[in-house]
């Protein structure tokens, strides 16, 4: 059976994520706390119960989740080695690959996106993840909080469907279909929404500076792990840049793959999921 397994993966995720969330925030006070610290993601502050073993034995730091993006961002490297293999130079995708994309985006994708729009898509999410991994590791104090290890799994399991999604329906990672490519090609649009992405993913980076000074003294030394009202950048004007900011990355890199069918399921699991 030809199907978009992907596409199925990312509507369910949609579903689940936003179904378990509006029902934490209407029904929090009758449901148990259990399925809260299953649920939340180290931003409510729910006290280890002995009546909920399970649950905390399957927790982990929060700052495990910054794992996922130094190995994304190198197989980002990957992909943009094989894009630019195959456009400039007519090398072949590895067949593994291909069947692995045949079998998640079913056997009659066609090549919807083209090869100037897959190049920028990759070259933006590889710029992002790496400044994510750069994050992770030397700006973001975390605190004590814990996360669910379905957390961590949701995290690796979301850029995969990302990466996946976003070559799948792309020239040249579909069997037969052309391999040129023009960079002139790319619009107005593209290119601003490009300028957009950048800008966003750098306001990350300045509010997760905000958020790591409220943790250290003048000197750069972490000093507490509380959690303190942050002021300055986009905290200004919005009370959740990060979110924010997140859902504009794939906002634009929906409209820089707007001919896609796949990625923007993407898109909607990520305004569901922030």
Known sequence: MDVNILRYILICNSITIGSLSLLIIYMEPYLPNALIRFVVYGKINIKANANYPIITKIEMPKKYFGQAYPITGTIMIILFYLAL????????????????????????RKPLVSAESTILAIVLFSIHCWKRAYETYYVCVFSNQKINVFHYILTFLHYSTLMLSLIG?????????????FLYKLTNMQLICAFIFLWSTYMQLRTNFVLAGLRKNQ???VISKEHKIPVGELFNYISNPLQFTEILLY??????????ST?????IFVIVNQ
């Open 219 to 221: 000197h750069g030394v």
């Open 85 to 108: 293999n195959k456009y400039f130079y007519n090398g072949n995708i590895p067949e593994s690959l291909l069947l692995l994309l045949d079998i998640l985006l079913g056997a009659s």
């Open 263 to 267: 990625f923007h399921y993407i898109t």
């Open 251 to 260: 906002l634009t890199v929906s409209a820089i793959l707007w001919q896609a």
């Open 169 to 181: 329906e792309s020239e040249g990672f579909v069997e037969g279909s052309r391999t040129s490519i």
